[in-house]
């Protein structure tokens, strides 16, 4: 757009939108398994404009130990000890997973990754303690900060639930693919894109309100002591 930098990094201040969601054998991260997670890479154009990228899907063995609610199994319809599923070691599904998030970092000139989730915190502490279990050193998601997209949904579309949210904004939702990581994280990213890019005009508003100010030069348009980085 005439008159404007090249927003591909500074558009979320120097970090990358990554949808991420997992499927699991419950509620609790510390002690229920992992068993599916996808990430869908979020592109940013050089105006700031979003959309839909890459999905990346790994289905993950339960580690040892963990506990599996036959509940939450009825949910997602997912039979974790089944040899259909090829499904990886936590350690392996995670470094999969984060090296085609460390490419899209660097392809977009990002110095991190943020979580968006639907319920971000449900997802991002799955994450975190696979994470932590698997004792992986380098990972390219922010600790603690996250977009929510049940939250900017609400604001946005007085609607908090995936499914409501998608066929609102007359995104395609088919039930019987819900429950699935891949599919979850592709309408989340979906809903993330279409409400970033209705506000877009929002967003150059305050880009110019921040030039005015000098917050746009140098070191100040990423990330900045504090960002838990």
């Known amino acids: 757009m005439d008159g404007y930098p090249d927003f591909t990094a500074k558009r979320f201040r120097g970090f990358l939108p990554v949808v991420i969601d997992v499927e699991t054998g419950g509620f609790i991260s510390a002690t229920d398994g992992l068993l599916e997670i996808a990430a869908v890479i ?6 700031g404009r979003v959309s839909r990228g890459a999905t990346h899907a790994f ?43 460390r490419a899209a970092i660097r392809s977009h000139g990002c110095k991190r990754a943020v979580l968006v989730g639907h319920n971000a915190a449900f997802d991002l502490g799955f994450l975190n303690a696979a994470v932590a279990r698997t004792g992986i ?52 990213a979906d809903v993330f894109c279409r409400i970033c890019n209705d506000m877009h005009g929002s967003f150059l508003r305050a880009e110019e309100r921040s030039r005015q100010l000098g917050w746009n030069e140098g070191s100040g ?3 900045e002591p504090g960002d838990g980085d």
């Open 137 to 188: 050193k380098r990972n390219p998601f922010h600790p603690f900060s996250c977009f929510d997209t049940a939250t900017l949904a609400g604001v946005a579309l007085g609607q908090t639930v995936l499914a409501r949210a998608t066929q609102v904004l007359g995104i395609d939702w088919n039930q019987r693919d819900a429950h699935s990581a891949a599919y979850d994280a592709e309408r989340t």
């Open 42 to 47: 979020i592109e940013v154009g050089s105006d």
């Open 59 to 101: 289905n993950v063995q339960p580690f040892e130990g963990s506990r599996l609610d036959p509940v939450s199994l009825a949910v997602t319809g997912i039979d974790p000890y089944s040899p259909l599923r090829l499904a990886l070691p936590e350690l392996d599904a995670l470094q999969g997973l984060f090296r085609e998030v």
């Open 221 to 223: 348009a990423g990330l």
